[in-house]
Every structure is written in C-alpha cells, then in structure tokens.
C-alpha cells in the first residue's frame, strides 16, 4: 500500500519542491519515490494545507512529563531548578504513564525524532517501542570535584541500559554551573562520537555567576547545603570558561543561549574552526517565556550565522511539546524572519545535529521523514 499526497506547495531542505511534486510513501512510512503529479498515478491526496517534513525536537527531557503544570510560570531558573529537584519523588505509574501521553502528543504534532535529556532511565521501556526516534543524552551534574567519579560512573551504567536495548545515548554535561572541572575533563575525553549537548546561559544569573560569584545561584547551592568555596569568578561568561571542555571532532548543540553574546559565539567558533559544520545553537522559547520570561537573541545568532535549531524542552516548563508552536513564538517575536528559515531549524537542522540527516529532516528518496500538515490560519500571517 501506498500513500501518495501532494499540496500547493511542500517545504524540504531550505526552500520548495518543484510545483506539483507528489511524495510517495509506501507503508513503512519510506519516501519511496518524489514524481510530477501527472506521472502519479491514481489516488492520489490533495491537501489544502502546506506540507514540511516530520520535525526533530533537539531538546526534550520525556522523563518530567508529570511535572505539567506543576511549576509556577515566570518563577526565574533557580527557583525551577529547585522545583524540579523537590519534585523528583513520584508513582511509577504516574511517571510512566505521563511519559506515554507525552510521547502521543508529540506524534500528532508531528515531531518524528527527539534528542531527549536523561537524568534517570524511566523514559527507556518507551524508547524501545520505537514509535519515534530519540537520542538519550544521559545528563550529569556535579559541581563539587570530589563528586565527579561517582556522578560519571553513575551515568555510564544509565547509559549501557540504554545501549544495551538498541538505543543511542551519550554523556552530556547539565551546565556550566552545575558540572565540575573533573567532570568536564573524564565527558570530553571519552572514546565516543555521538552528539553532546549542554544548557547554556539560560538565565542572567549564570553569567552573574561566573563573573562576579554573586546572585541567585550562590543562594541555590546555599540552600542544597553544597559548600563552593573552591569556586572562583573570572570576568569572561559561562561559556567562554567551559566551551574549551568541548571536542570539536563530536558534535555540539549549546541549547536556550538566551544571555549570549557575539563574542561568546566568537571563541565557540574558534573552538570549532576545524568543524564549523559541529556546532549548533537549539531556541526553546516557549521554556524561556515560561520560566524566566526572557528571550534568546535570534536576530544575533542569525547574523553570526549560527546553525540553528528547535526544542520544546520538558513540559515542566512549557504547556506542550510542538516545535510548531516553538516557531509560532518566534514568528511573533520576529514576523520578518521567514518561514522557510524556521522549517529549516526544525527538521534537516535538527537531523544534522542529531547526525541522523540520512533517515528524516527532508523529503528525499530512501528517507522516513515523516509530514506535518502547517495549518493554514498560522501559516497566513508568516513570510516565506
Ligand atoms: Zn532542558
């Protein structure tokens, strides 16, 4: 059985298909062939709306699903952070079942692969239904030295349960603020090519941190009874300390950037100048208009020609995981950029990041991309 289908126009790889291009599926959801509507056949779909390939979301974490609705919006990160650590005891049963309607939603809003952050491996018996693609990002944190064995060794058993059953996972650091030296050094020395990733300057008060030791993280460590006094300030950012822990041979996706600066993307830049193609930047801004109503610098990213991509980070901080709606916020922060832009972020962007470019992100023959239907009454308002 086949599925053929076509529209007014179909999105894929930066800019649209011929006019009339039928996409032809077979029933293991394979883009089998891409033909002219008149060399298509019979039963043939005509949609009215505009068609893109399925989407990659670059960063998630399925596990919080059962924190929806759970943490007061607009309460700053450190009060999050603090939430979610406080929140960490629930049912199993909730947990899981929280995971699976996640998962659904994801599926009707046409999100086909997922990098997903894993501090624990509750998410793993739903990953091996394999109903979409994920990437596990095993997180560790730390910020104390002494810890950073302990935490590593932690996260490479969490990390052979997940490859054990088939499924890709790397070590990841959490954060800047959160990670120790020690840490940084055993994660960037690993025998291991898959994608990291890291939160990064999500909030002012990272920076705050870093330069001057002050602000409201020094009172988060206060409060979790872990004593820094190791912790020195110097005057450059987050990233500009830790982007060196990086190996620019592995792929690199800096995620939120909401506080970052040209000259942050400078010294990125210059860490990767071997692999430019390495380094990607992942917008959450449903998350950051969440938790700290703050916005990340788009229009200065695109100018320092940063790779962008699309995340709905955990439904702690979001009322849903659509990368639709991540780009419906942006048009309306930014109605100049174009729609194509934005698509690109959200599908082959995302599959490069993920390095899974070969199976989905645009509608070439052999891939599985998967289709999202762009509805109309949003997409009217939008340039492309
Ligand atoms: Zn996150």
């Known amino acids: 059985m086949y599925r053929k289908i076509t529209s007014e126009r179909i999105f894929s790889n930066g800019g649209f298909l011929p006019d009339k291009t039928v996409l032809i599926f077979n029933d293991k959801g394979v883009l089998v062939d891409l033909v002219d509507h008149n060399d298509a056949g019979d039963d043939v779909q005509h949609v009215k709306e505009w068609i893109c390939p399925g989407f990659v979301n670059a960063h998630c974490h399925l596990e919080l699903s059962y924190l929806k609705g759970r943490i007061p919006k607009l309460c700053g990160l450190k009060d999050f952070v603090m939430s979610v650590m406080a929140n960490r005891e629930e049912e199993q049963e909730k947990i899981e079942q929280a995971i699976m309607d996640a998962e659904s939603e994801m599926i009707k809003n046409g999100i086909v692969a997922v990098g997903d952050i894993c501090n624990t491996i509750h998410t793993l018996f739903q990953k091996t239904k394999k109903n979409l693609h994920y990437h596990s990002f095993i997180e560790l944190s730390g910020f104390v030295p002494g810890a950073a064995e302990s935490r590593f060794q932690k996260g490479r058993s969490f990390q052979a349960d997940f490859t054990e059953a088939g499924l890709s996972a790397t070590l990841v650091p959490h954060a800047p603020y959160s990670v120790s030296e020690p840490l940084f050094q055993m994660i960037g020395k ?110 200065m990213l695109q100018n320092c020609q940063a790779q962008l991509v699309l995340g709905t980070d955990s439904l702690a901080s979001n009322d849903g995981l659509s990368i639709w709606e991540e780009i419906k916020t942006i048009h309306k922060n930014h109605p100049h950029i174009k729609l194509t832009e934005m698509l690109t972020w959200g599908t082959i962007n995302g599959a490069k990041a993920l390095s899974i470019e070969d199976r989905f992100g645009s509608f070439e023959k052999g891939k599985t991309p998967g289709f999202f239907l762009i509805p109309d009454s949003d997409r009217q308002s939008m340039i492309f």
């Open 190 to 299: 690993l025998d291991d090519s898959g994608t990291l990733t890291i939160h990064n300057q999500e909030s002012e008060e990272e920076t705050e941190f870093f330069q001057n030791k002050s602000g409201a993280f020094l009172d988060l460590y206060q409060q979790l009874g872990v004593d820094i006094s190791f912790f020195q300030p110097k005057k450059n950012s987050s990233l500009q300390q830790t982007i060196a822990f990086f190996p620019s041979a592995r792929k690199l996706i800096l995620v939120h950037n909401v506080f970052t600066e040209p000259k942050d993307i400078f010294m990125a830049d210059a860490q990767f100048s071997e692999h430019p193609n390495h380094l990607y930047y992942c917008l959450c801004p449903n998350a950051n208009a969440y938790i700290t109503g703050e916005q990340p610098p788009i229009q």
